[in-house]
């Protein structure tokens, strides 16, 4: 049976014996596409708002995942760069399987006019420094190193504390 045919009953499932035909090339899409330009080239967050129920997505969004809106272009908005933890935790096995050499902190990062999170690395903490709730900002490559990829964020830390 070809990958793409449609089941109309549970008991036609099946096994498949082989590789996969699944291609290694992957793409952003429009509108992540878009959000990576801006990271790489302005070293600026882009989010796509819902004028219908006001969620606000980083990175944008084509169509609104609440309650399904369109979100042309005209809906993107700036945020961050600064934001706010909303969890934590601490990385141990890396994604090939293998336990890393140095323990990395992850957080879930909700920038400043979002109402949704990014998972990525944080740097420039201990630990037992952080909480939900801290106040973090982006360190970025160097902007002729940048690639357009979400690697262009080195990994946020803590924002300095405003007097």
Do not use: N
Request: proline share 7%; aromatic share 6%.
């Amino acid at each position: 049976m070809p990958l793409k045919d449609r089941l109309s009953l549970t008991t036609e499932t099946g096994s498949w014996i082989g590789e996969l035909p699944v291609s290694s090339r992957y793409t952003a899409g429009v509108a992540a596409e878009k959000f990576f330009v801006a990271l790489r080239d302005k070293g600026q967050f882009l989010g796509s708002r819902c004028e219908v129920c006001g969620e606000s997505y980083v990175p944008p969004k084509q169509y609104c995942e609440k309650c399904m809106t369109e979100l042309p272009e005209s809906s993107w908005v700036k945020v961050g760069p600064e934001g706010t933890v909303e969890s934590w935790t601490v990385v141990h096995i890396g994604l090939d399987g293998k336990r890393l050499a140095e323990p990395e902190l992850v957080g879930l990062i909700r920038l400043d006019g979002a109402t949704t999170a990014i998972v990525h690395r944080l740097g420039g903490v201990k630990p037992c420094d952080l909480c939900i709730g801290i106040r973090v900002r982006p360190v970025l490559k160097p902007e002729k190193k940048r690639e357009g990829a979400i690697t262009d964020i080195l990994y946020f830390q803590p924002a300095a504390k405003k007097r």
